[in-house]
């Protein structure tokens, strides 16, 4: 009797599992190709303002955009000129400040991206991922 | 009450023969550009195997970086195109995932919305670890030092480096083949200055490849009550400056 009911239990785990792979299968195509941006690393708009003249803000989008509108004092790099921006951006950086990165939105992939790089190739610690990036900004600041 | 059941099916089995559907040949194309290049650009391929028309309401890339271009607005039934995603390298390297998301006016949603993936891998043709060396004023002028490493098809022999600034002496110790440190020392540690250090290659011979490291003397660490406050909630901080290097507050 016991044996039958976990039996049973398998069979129904085995049957609710099949629409799952079915799914996961039919939409393998559409999987997100990145993890999430871990909570350490991002930063709120909030917290980030409160940071002061502590922290220094990167505006990891395309020139145009940078030169459309930005958080003032935000300094423009982006992968597309990184080696000419990058020599731009390290005379204003110093090792107590907090670098707060941001791009268009929390989908996009360009501020995580620099953050990676100050990270892995500059070795600069305390850098940030804005939450909600540019858009994020900009409704708290209307 | 056959009449109504006989009306559904035969509408349901009208919709189903005038499906629009477009038929992707590929939705992931994996590109790998050679050093140099500087773009890389993926051909989407598609036919409409359905019986209607196809519009396409948007085609949007997740990135600045990518530029998309459908070659027409309607697809009629039969027909073959392309949407082209052009992929601007830029300064970037190692794996580059882009996706391109393509609406249609396809009644069936799970066709109307597809996701095309352009994945480039850039060769990273020398290694850098770290770019960026930094020591804080007044700091003592010790020697840091930069690992590089040739990529296998990036077959470097000999590397040179010059600097526009006469702070910083900087000198190139080889390693294994393909392998190099370059120490740099500022000669002054007094006051807030930078350089940049350009690296260059001895291959490929017509074109040398430029690479440029970073070193700074960056402004002193303030006090600690002078610094911005951090909220309870906020990520943990990190001290950035070395354990064994003294802030200029407790010199």
């Known amino acids: ?142 | 009450m056959k009449t109504p059941i006989l009306t559904f099916t035969l509408s349901i089995l009208l919709a189903v023969a005038a499906r629009a559907e477009l038929k992707w040949e590929q939705n992931i194309i994996e590109l790998h550009p050679s050093a140099g290049d500087k773009q890389a650009v993926a051909h989407f391929k598609y036919e409409n195997v359905g019986k209607t028309a196809v519009h396409f309401k948007s085609v949007k890339a997740s990135c600045g970086c990518t530029a998309t271009q459908t070659q027409k607005e309607v697809v009629n039934p039969g027909e073959k195109g392309e949407v082209t995603a052009t992929f601007n390298i830029g300064d970037r390297t190692g794996q580059q995932v882009k996706t391109i998301t393509v609406q249609t006016d396809d009644p069936n949603p799970t066709q109307a919305t597809m996701i095309l993936t352009l994945k480039a891998n850039i060769a990273q043709a020398l290694e850098i670890k770290p770019t960026f060396v930094y020591w804080t004023s007044g700091e003592e002028p010790k020697t840091k030092k930069i690992s590089l490493k040739a990529a296998k098809e990036f077959p470097a022999k000999d590397i040179t480096i010059k600097s526009n600034s006469q702070n910083f002496e900087s000198k190139i110790v080889p390693g294994k083949p393909g392998e190099w440190t370059v120490e740099v020392t500022p000669k002054d540690t007094s006051h807030p200055m930078g350089t940049a250090l350009l690296i260059q290659t001895d291959y490929p011979k017509e074109a040398p490849k430029s690479f440029y490291v970073n070193a700074q003397i960056t402004n002193p660490m303030p006090p600690p009550m002078l610094r911005a406050p951090v909220q309870s909630n906020a990520p943990a901080v990190k001290t950035a400056t070395p354990a064994a290097i003294p802030s200029p507050a407790a010199r």
């Not at chain 1, 930005?70 to 005379?91: C, I, K, M, T, Y």
């Not at chain 1, 992939?109 to 100050?118: E, Y």
């Not at chain 1, 500059?122 to 940030?128: E, P, S, T, Y």
Request: charged share 25%; hydrophobic share 45%; net charge neutral.
């Open chain 1, 1 to 142: 009797m016991k044996f039958r009911a976990v039996g049973e239990a398998f069979v129904i785990l085995a049957l609710a599992c099949l629409p799952a792979i079915g799914e996961g299968f039919y939409f393998r195509d559409k999987a997100s190709w990145q993890s999430p941006i871990p909570e350490s690393e991002l930063v709120t708009v909030d917290q980030a303002r409160a940071w002061g003249s502590g922290a220094i803000w990167v505006d990891a989008r395309p020139d145009n955009e940078f030169a459309a509108d930005h958080v003032p004092g935000a300094f423009s790099l982006n992968e597309d000129r990184w080696n000419e921006l990058l020599r731009q951006f390290l005379p204003n950086w110093s090792p107590d400040k907090k670098v707060v990165v941001y791009c268009s939105a929390q989908s996009c992939n360009a501020a995580r991206d620099v953050a990676k790089r100050l990270r892995d190739e500059a070795q600069l610690k305390d850098v940030f991922v804005l939450k909600g990036g540019w858009e994020e900004w900009g409704k708290k600041n209307r």
